[in-house]
């Protein structure tokens, strides 16, 4: 698609004028707007929708046995697709084009997904207890398969996602990560989240969570460890070495009050890749990637006593690992101004989305999305949250 008139960000610079993104011979014209790659939101449970602001201000573990777990147990298929199609509305109009999710009824995402015309890697989350979609660790690896099995080119991609350490067995997840390599696929995981999580691994086994997960054959370069918050320099050292990638999610972290300060300055120096993610709506409780840089960036600062670190480029580059896709607000909204520095001004500022395209196709125009009804979708979101909270 040819980007006419526009002031886009290339990944080092920003230029002005026309440029191509991707091969269909139609035009865009970006006049007076801002072009940048759209988001890529490396960690969320994208139906928590429905539990946005559940169980607030309760302790993690409190928070996850009182009000989470007991929650999910009433899940359906359809209360997961109106979740999902809430949560596709919401990533639209912040940016998103592209995301990891791990969540249960993963077929009822996908078809989500497909409606809206975004990009996702779908993961089931692998536990040892069971769950309205299956019964044991086992029937969620058999469905996880024939997920893999039955894949198709397309916009939808699947994943191996066991939970965590503490919700599997070593047997589990040493069969989640055949699984993964032999469908050449990511394994995503929860890890290294709570200073608790990581003493009761080192309590059990005698290593820290990513040496135990090294110890068993999961790090490799098909990893995705999500969180990844409490390290030791001896597990960034790991990671680097056995090429796996981490999702920074910041805002879920200081929410929950779990997730300290992770050691993103560290993780970069050593050469690991290091995306952001927004965690489910129910722990942020927002799947916007503008507040996750934002706070992401100000986080570090305040923490190191250094107004060089977590630069708003870093940041951009992390928000936006792999796009293929475009996202525009204009230049003349009042938080964009004036232009001395665009993208301080998008980290910090966060104007309004008006546009998205997403694999040569228009998704947003003008803030109208054009794949499916807006209102819609929130009076039937409207009707499943009560139905599931009532």
């Not at 994943?159 to 070593?170: F, K, M, T």
């Not at 990638?245 to 300290?260: E, F, Q, R, T, W």
Request: proline share 3%; charged share 20%.
């Amino acid at each position: 698609m040819l980007i006419k008139n526009s002031t886009y960000y290339d990944g080092s610079k920003i230029v002005k004028g026309d440029f191509t993104n991707g091969v269909s011979d139609k035009e865009f014209d970006a006049s007076g707007k801002f072009a940048f790659p759209a988001f890529n939101n490396g960690h969320t449970h994208l139906a928590m929708t429905l539990m946005r602001g559940a169980g607030d201000g309760e302790k993690l573990q409190q928070w996850l046995d009182n009000t989470i777990f007991p929650t999910e147990q009433r899940l359906t298929p359809d209360l997961v697709y109106k979740g999902s199609m809430l949560g596709l509305l919401e990533m639209i109009k912040t940016g998103t084009s592209n995301f990891l999710d791990m969540y249960y009824f993963v077929e009822e995402t996908a078809k989500a997904v497909n409606k809206a015309g975004l990009r996702a890697t779908l993961g089931t989350p692998i536990t040892s207890f069971g769950t309205p979609y299956y019964k044991n660790a086992n029937d969620a690896l058999r469905i996880a398969e024939r997920q893999l099995k039955n894949m198709s080119p397309g916009m939808v991609r699947y994943c191996v996602a066991p939970h965590s350490i503490y919700l599997n067995d070593e047997e589990t997840l040493i069969r989640a990560k055949a699984l993964a390599d032999k469908y050449n696929a990511w394994l995503s995981i929860h890890v290294s989240e709570t200073r608790k999580e990581c003493a009761d691994c080192h309590k059990k086994t005698g290593l820290w969570p990513i040496e135990y997960l090294d110890s068993i054959g999961l790090l490799g370069e098909n990893t995705v460890l999500i969180h990844a918050a409490w390290l030791t320099k001896m597990e960034i050292k790991l990671i680097a070495d056995r090429e796996a990638s981490v999702i920074h999610c910041p805002v879920s972290n200081m929410k929950l009050a779990s997730g300290g300060v992770m050691p993103l300055p560290e993780l970069l120096a050593g050469g690991v890749t290091v995306g952001l993610g927004t965690d489910g709506a129910s722990s942020n409780n927002s799947l916007d990637m503008r507040e996750e840089m934002k706070i992401g960036s100000l986080l570090q600062k305040s923490h190191r006593w250094d107004a060089t670190v977590a630069g708003t480029r870093t940041m951009l580059h992390m928000a936006t690992l792999g796009s293929q896709d475009l996202a525009f607000v204009s230049l003349d909204d009042v938080r964009m101004l004036p232009h001395h520095d665009l993208i301080s001004n998008l980290v910090y500022s966060g104007g309004v989305v008006t546009d998205l395209i997403v694999n040569d196709r228009v998704i947003m125009d003008g803030g109208q999305i054009l794949t499916f009804d807006e209102e819609k979708v929130k009076t039937e979101f409207m009707e499943a949250a009560a139905e599931l909270l009532k």
